[in-house]
């Protein structure tokens, strides 16, 4: 319930205006820390007790303080979500989730592949250009949707959760 | 009027025991449906708040990420259960994000203005959490199963316990009537037990009256023998003690003396016979059984039952071809035959018929049994006369002509030698009767060895004499002497055994019935210690005798002839 009032306020600031045609950016900054309740890392991987998972927003950032609102109000067990802004994957290995935006299409599709062998959620905007994290937004019928590689997140060693997968406007599956 | 009371009361009982187990059983019945009701109240609550939760866990991510589309799915989803009777699914704000109601009774558009579950339906409220924290409430009202299924539910219990009731109720009925039957039954087995007490106490007093019927019958009988036993012995008294007077006038001319005496002789004989046939038909004569031909002795008697019956009766004879050997007192048979012959002649007054036939007959009982039978064809007997033709002094013949004793001497014979007597007769076509004798073997038997009549003069000797009958005694004694013997006569048994120790004789001639030692005692005691000395008994009548036998000796009923006495002495002293 501490989460109760802050939550409120994120939601009055991205639902809220969502009545009244909220930007894709305020809907995707509530998504992005949501994510981490429906995906489950390697062992290893999972947030010591007490330390929150970290949210990097690798090279742009889309989000500004909207991202910062959401994440505040988000408790996952107990583990709250920290957002970190990172320039480029150098420094991306204590990440738990990754927002990956390049200046350009091309730039995104380069910091995927750095950060492929590592076991991070990496999640990818269509407006930016075509290439995929294991989940990318896009936007059908002004709505913001979402497409999950299922395949891709278990070559890395992350599950994810069929409820998540079920609102999924798309699902790679593995094979 | 005790036993009809108990018995409606008992009647009362049994359906009041049946009311109860009745209502007992309804309101089982009763307890039974309301906690099956209970039980499907819990039972839908559980499956409300079960399907709320399903809900609750397929929308969490939904809700999530705000997918009204997704929400309205999962709620669809639930239209199918026909029961549900609203859902809401309400994020975490309390707005409602997707709902459905049956009867146009939709969930209310936030969560806080959200009415009680009306009666009868059953509400859940179950929270939506994500990873620990709520995300949302799902709301999920559910109507419980349509009355008339839960009513064909308990109908079949109410079915079953309606059953139960009434096989109690034929039970406790049939056991009413069973009680009553008993009751009944206790009832009618008292009163048989109260008549069956009367008809013995009835029994016990016809019992006794018979008793006294039978007692008096007796006294009636022995009123009969006494009286004809009187009236033969003064008819023969009279005779003796007449002719007695005749005897002791003086100046009696010879030939008169010799009538008297001899009227004496024949009227103390006839006595004499009288009184055989009376103890014969006692069965206490004391018998000699010897082995008779039956076939040799019929023989014999011919001559004898021709002169007896006379002219108009013609005897035939049927013999058996082997010889009849039966183990009988001689004279005894004799005087039966002879009686029965007379009774058949008396039966022939116009003359007739007599067959006597003689045969051997098996007997399972009694072995090998020799019949001689004696048929007239006189008048024959009615049931009356048969049933009492063995009584003594029952006579069908004139006073004077008959004694009542001849068919009695006949049974009482028959009854000592182990035999039997059977009368077959029809009125008007003749009588039968049978003597019926055990058979022996024919070994030994012949004709008797009849002396010629006479006094015997064998050997003498010295005698002692045992009577202790004064008159007897004297008369035995004289008659002893005038045998040619040397006699010694005492008084006693005891003073016999003495003498006979303390001297020497040839012969004891001693009565058997006496005070003190009897003439059996005496003669065991001589056996013993006189072994040797020979021993004749002498006896009116003797229980002992009668019962036991003589023990082989040689017994002289009273009253004896010198000819007999002579006889048997001579015997004695010879072996």
Not at chain 2, 30 to 39: H, K, N
Not at chain 2, 313 to 319: K, Q, R, S, Y
């Amino acid at each position: 319930m501490r989460a109760a009032l802050p939550a409120l306020a994120a939601c009055l600031a991205a639902v809220g205006p969502a009545r009244a045609q909220p930007t894709e950016e305020a809907v995707q900054a509530t998504f992005l820390p949501k994510f981490a309740r429906y995906a489950a890392w390697p062992s290893g991987r999972q947030p010591a007790g007490g330390t929150p998972f970290q949210l990097c927003v690798i090279g742009r950032d889309p989000f500004g303080r909207l991202l910062d609102a959401a994440a505040a109000a988000e408790q996952i067990d107990g583990h709250g979500v920290q957002v970190r802004r990172l320039p480029d994957e150098r420094g991306a290995a204590a990440c738990h989730l990754a927002f990956v935006q390049g200046r350009q299409a091309a730039d995104t599709g380069r910091l995927l592949l750095a950060l492929r062998g590592q076991p991070i959620l990496t999640i990818t905007d269509a407006r930016a250009g075509p290439q995929r994290g294991m989940i990318h937004f896009t936007n059908l019928s002004g709505r913001v949707r979402f497409f999950i590689n299922e395949a891709e997140a278990a070559q890395r060693g992350l599950s994810i959760s069929s409820r998540l997968l079920a609102l999924a406007a798309g699902v790679t599956q593995r094979r | 009027m005790r036993k009809p009371r108990r018995l409606s009361r008992t009647w009362i009982d049994a359906p009041a025991a049946i009311v109860a187990a009745v209502i007992f059983l309804l309101l089982a019945g009763i307890g039974v449906i309301l906690q099956s009701e209970g039980a499907y109240r819990d039972l839908q609550q559980q499956e409300t708040r079960v399907q709320a939760e399903i809900l609750a866990a397929s929308v969490t991510a939904a809700l999530d990420f705000e997918d009204r589309a997704a929400v309205g799915e999962a709620v669809s989803a639930i239209r199918v259960n026909r029961q549900v009777r609203s859902v809401g699914v309400y994020n975490e704000q309390g707005a409602l994000i997707a709902g459905y109601g049956r009867d146009g009774g939709g969930p209310p558009q936030a969560f806080a203005d959200r009415l009680p579950a009306p009666e009868h339906a059953v509400a859940s409220e179950v929270p939506v959490m994500s990873r620990g924290e709520r995300i949302g409430t799902v709301v999920l009202a559910t109507d419980p199963e349509p009355f008339s299924r839960r009513l064909t539910r308990y109908l079949v219990i109410g079915l079953l316990i309606l059953m139960a009731a009434l096989v109690v109720s034929v039970l406790g009925i049939a056991q009413g009537a069973l009680r009553r039957a008993n009751r009944e039954l206790e009832a009618r087995a008292d009163a048989l037990a109260e008549a069956n007490a009367e008809l013995n106490i009835q029994i016990d007093e016809r019992g006794k009256a018979e008793e006294q019927l039978r007692q008096a019958h007796k006294m009636q009988a022995l009123g009969q023998l006494t009286g004809g036993i009187a009236h033969d012995f003064n008819n023969l008294l009279t005779v003796i003690q007449g002719s007695a007077d005749m005897l002791r006038r003086p100046g009696v001319s010879e030939e008169k003396r010799i009538r008297f005496a001899e009227a004496v002789v024949q009227a103390s004989s006839r006595a004499a016979a009288l009184t055989g046939q009376l103890l014969a038909f006692a069965r206490r004569q004391p018998l000699q059984p010897e082995l008779i031909d039956v076939n040799l002795l019929i023989r014999d008697m011919t001559d004898l039952l021709d002169r007896t019956l006379g002219e108009r009766i013609g005897v035939v004879t049927e013999l058996a071809p082997a010889p009849c050997t039966v183990e009988a007192d001689r004279a005894q048979l004799e005087s039966a035959l002879l009686n029965i012959a007379v009774n058949a002649r008396d039966a022939m007054a116009e003359g007739g018929q007599l067959v006597i036939r003689t045969a051997r007959r098996a007997d399972p009982e009694r072995g090998e049994m020799i019949a001689l039978s004696v048929s007239d064809s006189g008048t024959g007997m009615d049931e009356d006369t048969l049933a009492r033709a063995f009584e003594p002094f029952f006579t069908t013949k004139l006073t004077g002509k008959g004694t009542g004793l001849g068919l009695s001497q006949v049974y009482g014979f028959a009854s000592q030698s182990g035999g039997d007597v059977r009368i077959d007769s029809v009125a008007g076509q003749g009588t039968t009767v049978t003597l019926l004798l055990p058979g022996r073997d024919a070994a030994a038997a012949g004709a008797p060895a009849k002396e010629a009549g006479g006094l015997r003069r064998g050997r003498t000797g010295r005698i002692l004499l045992v009577e202790d009958n004064e008159e007897v005694g004297q008369f035995a004694e004289q008659l002893l002497e005038e045998l040619g013997h040397d006699v010694v006569r005492v008084l006693s048994g005891e003073e016999a055994l003495d003498r006979a120790l303390a001297d020497k004789f040839d012969l004891v001639f001693t009565d058997v019935v006496m005070p003190g030692m009897s003439g059996l005692e005496l003669a065991a005691r001589l056996a013993e210690q006189r072994p040797g000395l020979p021993v004749i008994l002498t006896t009116g009548y003797s229980d002992e005798i009668a019962t036991s036998g003589a023990g082989g000796l040689p017994v002289i009923p009273k009253p004896y002839t010198p000819e007999v006495l002579s006889e048997a002495i001579a015997i004695a002293l010879a072996g």
